[in-house]
């Protein structure tokens, strides 16, 4: 969270942890895209890996993603999460120039020699314009620093297809990135998601992962209901990215968790988007109550 331009909401990042690790998390993931990783000044990434892992305090594992067009910038962060206190590194495709698949193994692979971190593989293709293709990932699973996959391409005949490659890698961590996917995903043999609505509402995604993992499809079908109903609040004042970011942190706002300033470029809603999603949240049977 931020309180201006290139200035963390101290405040915040305590209380959103507080609500987070209160809501029965396993963990943390630190700029990735919800984060707004790729918009803040480097200063400003080490100092919200500094403070959050001496909040954390090691409660949950804490990822960090190091996501960069550099690899020196990526490892260095990897090296500071490291000293911070952080578990592992996640990293996406450089994402300026085009990359094929041959150099993009070879980006990868060199990361995750240099990463004094176990390295998290994050395929994101709708903010990078690269996917990790199958054949890539598979062979980045022969590399013993590899340690995972976050897959938010939004394709389950992907996901399902990388949950093969357990059979070669027991020890993998696999998880959804689209929240709506995030039960479907552990009902197909996945370690669960990393979901930016639960920024808002952990408990609700905590358990519909439960459910899921006991294959509880009556609860399942109830709990997804409120997941749908919460992403509208991810289309006010338009769609896409902005949207989602705009929505999801003044919700945040709303809710008395941290301030709803975001990044460059974007903006924070204006008043009637805010009185939109303040409208949503009241008519929203989440069963959450404002953080004290």
Known sequence: PLLGRDELDHYGLSRLVEHLLSGGVAGLFLLGTTGEGPSLSYRLRYELIEKTCELV?????????????????AVELAKFSQDAGASAAVAAPPYYFPVEQPPLLTFLSRLADESPLPLFLYNMPSCVKASLAFETVEALARHANVVGLKDSSGDMAYFRRALTLREARPDWTILMGPEHLMAESVLAGSDGGVTGGANLHPCL?????????????PTIDRLQSEVVALARIYNVGGS??????CGLKCALELTDVCSGHLAEPFTAFGSRERGQIERLLGEMSLGYARVS
């Not at 594992?61 to 996501?67: A, C, K």
């Not at 896409?240 to 970011?245: D, E, I, Q």
């Open 240 to 245: 896409g990215m902005a949207a989602y970011l």
């Open 205 to 217: 995604f905590v358990e519909q992962y439960e459910a899921a993992s006991r294959r509880d499809q």
């Open 57 to 73: 305090a090691g409660r949950v594992p804490v990822l960090v993603g190091i996501t960069d067009t550099s690899l020196i910038e």
